[in-house]
């Protein structure tokens, strides 16, 4: 079945970082472009950061220069790199296959702390 699996979440001070994974299975992972978005308590879910099977990145501005999106398709692992974490960070990030069909991993939980 098709999956995706996220993991490296946890707590942090601010100005601090994570390196978020997110493991696939179940399709041909190379071939598809992929996304991070977050989800903070009361907010909209918000796109992050995407990666095309090309390997080409966009970010939203709020992480622009501090975040980092990559993949390593050896692995079939996409990663998001977090530098220079601010409070306002602090959100639930789920990845996502771009695809017809919404497919999501079960998220995972970033706190940044002041």
């Known amino acids: 079945q098709v999956q995706l699996v996220d993991s490296g979440g946890g707590l942090v001070q601010a100005g601090g970082s994570l390196r978020l994974s997110c493991a696939a299975s179940g399709f041909i992972f190379r071939i598809y472009s992929m996304a991070w978005y977050r989800q903070a308590p009361g907010k909209q879910r918000e796109l992050v950061a995407t990666?095309?099977?090309?390997?080409?990145?966009n970010y939203a501005d709020s992480v622009k220069g501090r975040f980092t999106i990559s993949r390593d398709n050896a692995k079939n692992t996409v990663y998001l790199q977090m530098n220079s974490l601010k409070p306002e960070d602090t959100a639930v990030y789920y990845c996502?296959?771009?695809?017809?069909?919404?497919?999501w991993g079960q998220g995972t939980q970033v706190t940044v702390s002041s």
């Open positions: 990666i095309t099977s090309s390997e080409n990145t």
């Open positions: 996502k296959v771009i695809a017809p069909m919404s497919i």
